[in-house]
């Protein structure tokens, strides 16, 4: 099992160019949840997709926005990029209603963005 | 509104000494609560959970947890330290929803020989 993974690795955009980042989930899982994590901060929760819909919205401007395939991988695109978009990118799969015991939210190593 | 709050930024132990990392949390129901750790360049892995079963919480790696709530914290321990264990540490609670975590701002753990 490969786990979450993410793609690109790195990327660099300049100020006012769109941006769209990549999430495969775990093997199984059918939830996608999307943080941002800017430099030396906490993970900012953005939005969660669940069966191709947006169930749960963090305190993100309309600027950004996702979506959820039929086979569970998701897309994040952020438009009219700022120098504050600068950060690390990080998509968490689970099963739906992670937050029982039994069930938990696994992180890709994320995408780097960097908006000059 | 529910909040986490990392008390230290640093925290520097030799190996072998014990470890303690702090955090209070706010919330007006009874939360869930995380502990993750972050490696540099690797992605972020749940160290333990708390979710109202016992206020005692063991995790992986030989950490653990203690609920309190009088004093509103779930502070991070472990008995000896190790050098694999340097890292960012965060303390995370979820939203009333259950649909999202809010991560506390992290406490970097240094380990030194």
């Known amino acids: 099992d490969a786990g979450v993974t993410q793609s690109p690795t790195h990327l660099i955009k300049t100020r006012g160019q769109q941006v769209t980042l990549r999430c495969s989930p775990k093997?199984?899982?059918?939830?996608v949840s999307w943080y941002q994590q800017a430099l030396g901060q906490g993970p900012q929760f953005i939005f969660q997709?669940?069966?191709?819909?947006?169930?749960q919205r963090g305190n993100f401007p309309d600027r950004f926005s996702g979506h959820q395939f039929p086979n569970y991988s998701s897309e994040l695109n952020v438009n009219a990029l700022l120098l504050g978009d600068s950060a690390l990118y990080l998509c968490?799969?689970?099963?739906?209603?992670?937050?029982?015991?039994?069930?938990?939210?696994?992180f890709g190593p994320g995408t780097r963005l960097t908006v000059l | 509104a529910q909040s986490v709050t990392q008390l230290d930024s640093h925290v520097s132990v030799s190996e072998g000494t014990p470890v303690l990392l702090r955090c209070n949390y706010s919330?007006?129901?009874?939360?869930?609560l995380f502990w993750y750790v972050q490696h540099p360049n690797k992605g972020l892995q749940l160290l333990l959970k708390?979710?109202?079963?016992?206020?005692l919480v063991k995790g992986i790696n030989g950490f653990e947890a203690e609920f309190k709530k009088s004093e509103t914290s779930f502070h991070l321990t472990k008995p000896s330290a190790h050098m694999s264990d340097a890292a960012e540490y965060f303390c995370?609670?979820?939203?009333?929803?259950?649909?999202?975590?809010?991560f506390g701002k992290g406490t970097t753990l240094s380990v030194s020989s």
């Open positions: 968490a799969s689970s099963l739906f209603g992670w937050d029982r015991v039994d069930n938990e939210q696994f």
């Open positions: 093997s199984g899982h059918d939830t």
């Open positions: 997709y669940y069966e191709e819909e947006e169930r």
């Open positions: 919330s007006s129901y009874s939360p869930s």
């Open positions: 708390y979710t109202s079963a016992a206020t």
């Open positions: 995370v609670v979820s939203n009333q929803a259950g649909t999202a975590l809010i």
